[in-house]
C-alpha cells in the first residue's frame, strides 16, 4: 500500500522565494495534518484538516504560511515570502479520522532557505 | 493544552539488554497514546499505542505501560539489537483531539 507521499524531499531557495510543499494522504484518509520539526522546538503541529476543510490552523506560525486541501487526495503548504528561520523539515500525516486515530506520516521536505 | 515531557533524551544499551522510555502528559482528559520510531532522513513511523481503557500493551520486543492516575506512560524494548537505534517519540491526544509530541530519545544500542 502507498503510504503518505511528500514532494520535494529537499528544497532549497533563497530568502524572499516562493516555496510550496506537497502532500498525497493515505487513500481513504480524511484527516492531514502539516507538520513542522527543528532540533530546537520538535514536531509542531502547524494545521490539520478534516473531510479537506481546515479544523485548526492555530500552529502556522505567520500570514507567509498558507495550507489548502483541494480534495481529498492532494494538499499543500506554501511559504511566501520564505525566510532562513523557516529552515526545517516539514511533515504530511493523514489519518482516519482525528484525535484518537494513528496518524501514518510521510518522509518529509527538508527546506533551506538560504 | 497537552504537555508531554520524555525522558530521558539520549539512551545508550548494550545489544540484548532492555531499553526503557518514559513519559508523562498534563491533560487528564488524555486517552490516546501513540509511539513512534523516527529513524535518519526518514518520517515517524507508528510502532505502538495505548488506549486509556488498557494499562499494558505488547507486540513482541515491544509494550507500552499507561498509569492514567498517575499520567504517565512507558515503553519498554527487550532483547534490543542494532536496528532498534533511532529516535523514539511518545505522543498524547489531549481534550484537544490532537497529538502533541514528546522531545523524543535518541536510543543507540551498541553491538
Known amino acids: 500500500d502507498a503510504g503518505v507521499i511528500q514532494s520535494p524531499r529537499h528544497e532549497v531557495t533563497e530568502m524572499g522565494q516562493e516555496v510550496t510543499l506537497r502532500c498525497k494522504p493515505i487513500?481513504?484518509?480524511?484527516?492531514l495534518f502539516w507538520y513542522r520539526q527543528t532540533m530546537m522546538r520538535g514536531l509542531e503541529l502547524l494545521i490539520y484538516?478534516?473531510?479537506?476543510?481546515?479544523?485548526?490552523d492555530s500552529g502556522m506560525p505567520e500570514d507567509r504560511f498558507s495550507a489548502k486541501m483541494p480534495n481529498a487526495s492532494f494538499s499543500t503548504l506554501k511559504i511566501q515570502p520564505s525566510e532562513p528561520r523557516d529552515s526545517a523539515v516539514y511533515f504530511c500525516?493523514?489519518?482516519?479520522?482525528?484525535?484518537?486515530?494513528?496518524?501514518?506520516f510521510g518522509d518529509g521536505t527538508r527546506l533551506s532557505i538560504l | 493544552g497537552e504537555n508531554v515531557e520524555q525522558h530521558p533524551s539520549t539512551l545508550s544499551v548494550q545489544e540484548g539488554d532492555s531499553a526503557v522510555i518514559k513519559c508523562t502528559y498534563s491533560?487528564?482528559?488524555?486517552?490516546?497514546f501513540p509511539w513512534y520510531k523516527q529513524e535518519l532522513g526518514k518520517g515517524p513511523q507508528l510502532i505502538i499505542d495505548?488506549?486509556?481503557?488498557?494499562g499494558e500493551k505488547k507486540d513482541q520486543r515491544i509494550a507500552v505501560t499507561l498509569n492514567k492516575t498517575a499520567k504517565h506512560f512507558s515503553l519498554h524494548i527487550t532483547e534490543t539489537q542494532p536496528e532498534d537505534s533511532a529516535v523514539y517519540f511518545c505522543?498524547?491526544?489531549?481534550?484537544?483531539?490532537?497529538?502533541?509530541f514528546g522531545s523524543g530519545t535518541q536510543l543507540t544500542v551498541l553491538p
Open positions: 500525516a493523514s489519518s482516519l479520522g482525528t484525535g484518537e486515530q494513528p496518524q501514518h
Open positions: 487513500s481513504g484518509h480524511n484527516s
Open positions: 484538516f478534516n473531510n479537506n476543510v481546515p479544523i485548526d
Open positions: 491533560d487528564s482528559a488524555s486517552n490516546y
Open positions: 495505548i488506549r486509556s481503557n488498557v
Open positions: 505522543a498524547a491526544t489531549g481534550s484537544a483531539r490532537q497529538l502533541t
